[in-house]
């Protein structure tokens, strides 16, 4: 058990949809990692956001979202979505030291997305 | 362009039959290189971390290496519970930002 909590765990859905994925990070991590994993593009990296503010950027499309509360668990939105966008949706965190990323990042089990 | 690419894609060993799977990396502002294991279903989960070429890292029946261009997972006598995915990541620093990228992973079949 890695301490990442994501709900939920499966979802599906139909294209042109909204959802939101939620994830908790460890305790006393301050950083929430977004990663998007299919089959033919492996684990692409989306967004990451650093007590409450964004930290970094990866290939996120306009059409998602995220946001990290005070209490620092995050939330990512799809909104309008297609079938590609199926995938799995993995959240990491990790204790950010002196400003770097140390790359030990502790992962979630990840929400299964299916569009249909 | 960055780029990190893992081979081969897939591994089938007979358990105690040592192998090595490969990462290379062609990035500018390397920070550090990292592997992880991925079963199938969860999430993936933290090995080694790599820092300088020449570093030597050890857990278990894996060891990893790095040089300037690429690192080695190196499986010692495996056993079927090694089967996995594992995944090489480098940390770089682009546009003044830090990020870490995913190779696509090399899929390790141990076979009893």
């Known amino acids: 058990d890695s301490g990442v909590t994501q709900t939920p765990k499966h979802l599906i859905t139909a294209t042109g949809q909204r959802v939101t994925l939620r994830c908790s990070p460890r305790?006393?991590?301050?950083?929430v990692y977004w990663y998007q994993q299919s089959l033919d593009q492996g684990l692409q990296f989306l967004i990451q956001?650093?007590?409450?503010?964004?930290?970094a950027k990866g290939n996120i499309l306009e059409r998602f979202s995220a946001q990290q509360f005070p209490d620092l668990h995050s939330e990512l939105n799809l909104s309008s979505l297609e079938l590609g966008d199926s995938a799995l949706y993995f959240c990491?965190?990790?204790?950010?030291?002196?400003?770097?990323?140390?790359?030990?990042?502790?992962f979630g089990e990840g929400s299964r997305l299916t569009v249909l | 362009e960055d780029q990190v690419t893992q081979s081969p894609e897939a591994l089938r060993l007979q358990e105690g039959e040592s192998s090595s799977l490969n990462c290379s990396y062609t990035v500018s502002g390397l920070r550090g290189l990292f592997w992880y294991r991925q079963d199938p279903g969860k999430g993936p989960e933290f090995l080694f971390t790599?820092?300088?070429a020449g570093e030597e890292k050890e857990k278990e029946r894996l060891k990893a290496t790095l040089t300037k261009k690429e690192s080695f997972l190196h499986i010692t006598a495996p056993k079927p519970e090694d089967s996995a995915t594992y995944l090489c990541?480098?940390?770089?620093?682009?546009?003044?930002?830090?990020?870490?990228?995913f190779g696509k992973g090399t899929k390790l079949t141990v076979n009893p």
């Open positions: 956001y650093y007590n409450g503010e964004e930290r």
């Open positions: 790599l820092y300088s």
């Open positions: 990541a480098v940390s770089l620093t682009q546009g003044g930002s830090e990020k870490l990228v």
């Open positions: 990491a965190s990790s204790v950010l030291s002196g400003g770097l990323n140390t790359g030990e990042l502790f």
């Open positions: 305790s006393g991590d301050l950083s």
